[in-house]
Structures are given as C-alpha cells and as structure tokens.
C-alpha cells in the first residue's frame, strides 16, 4: 500500500524579525509504503519469508531521505548486514528480475558511465538486531522520479560496486 501527500513547509512571517532573511519556501513530498515483503527466492527458505517493511521518503529541495525499517526477520540472522537498494523497476513475487537495475540519478540524467555509490542510488544496507528487526537511512541529493519501484534486499551487504549478491525479497513503492 503506497501513500501520497504532500506537505508544505511552514514559513512563519512576521514583520518584526523577518525583513533581511528570505525565507526559503518548499514543498515536501512524502512517499510511505508498507507490507509484507514480496518473496523473490520461493521454493528456498529464507529469512525474509514472513518478514514485512516500511519505506518512506522525503523529497524537498532537490534532496531525499529515505528510511527503511523491516520486522519479521528470523532471528537466526541476527547480527547479519544484508543488502537493500531502490531499483528503478516494479516488486513482483517470484521474479527478482522484474525490479531492474538500482535506481540511479546518473543514468536518469543520460551520464556515461554512470557514477555507482550511496550518492547517485538509494542504498539502504541494514543490519538484523536480535529482534529480528532492521533499519536504514540514507540521504541522496536528488529525487528519484515517480513509478513502480521496489525496494530490493539482498543476500549480502553492498560492495563498493554497488553488487550485494541475489536478491532476497522486495517491497513495492510507487508514486
Ligand atoms: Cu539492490
């Protein structure tokens, strides 16, 4: 379930104390989705199988932070770093290669080659606590264009190539 609102930053005015500063105006957009995480190995047992996630996104002024939680982790994991990423394609069960490449505002905006790290994607790595939760933040400086999209984990944390090994489970996130 994905959830669009938009929200205008506050800018308190007053005569008395704002006449030299300008005040800066946005409008942040804010994308929440959540639910159970999509199987992207089945027929194999993994640790992501009952697991769900929430996702959210803030886009104001050119910049975006995301925040990934997920609960439902099988615990035998625990103290594990595992993989996660926004790739540019949709969430379907069972086919890990529908959700594409990582997303990345490089080859959104036509740059050969393309730059690969935590700047030009949204990587979400996330270490499993002994709850069987996890969570990541990440702050990129652009906003990702609106579409289906997914937010991929991963069976290993990301190398400096941007690789984090097959593809474990995914959550969808349009807007
Ligand atoms: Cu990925």
């Known amino acids: 379930m994905t959830r669009y609102l938009a929200a205008t930053t506050a800018v308190l005015l007053t005569a008395a104390v704002c006449t030299a500063v ?3 105006a946005g409008t942040a957009e804010v994308v929440v989705a959540h639910g159970n995480l999509r199987d992207l190995q ?3 047992v993994g640790p992501f199988d ?3 996630a929430r996702v959210s996104m803030v886009q104001l002024n050119g910049r975006s932070r995301v925040v990934l939680q997920v609960r439902g982790i099988d615990r035998s994991v625990a103290g594990r770093d595992f993989g ?3 790739h540019a394609g949709p969430c379907v069960t069972g086919d890990g290669a529908a959700a594409g490449p990582h997303y990345n505002s490089d080859t959104v905006a036509g740059r050969v080659p393309p730059q690969v790290d935590p700047t030009t994607e949204v990587w979400l790595d996330f270490e499993v ?3 069987g939760t996890g969570f990541a933040t990440t702050t990129v400086p652009f906003t990702p264009l609106p579409g289906k999209r997914a937010v991929v984990v991963h069976e290993m944390p990301t190398d400096h190539h941007g690789a984090a090994g ?3 489970a995914c959550l969808p996130v349009s807007w």
Request: charged share 10%.
């Open 84 to 86: 996660a990423h926004l």
């Open 42 to 44: 089945l027929g194999t």
């Open 22 to 24: 300008p005040a800066q």
């Open 50 to 52: 009952h697991a769900s």
């Open 129 to 131: 606590s002994r709850a």
């Open 166 to 168: 097959p593809r474990q």
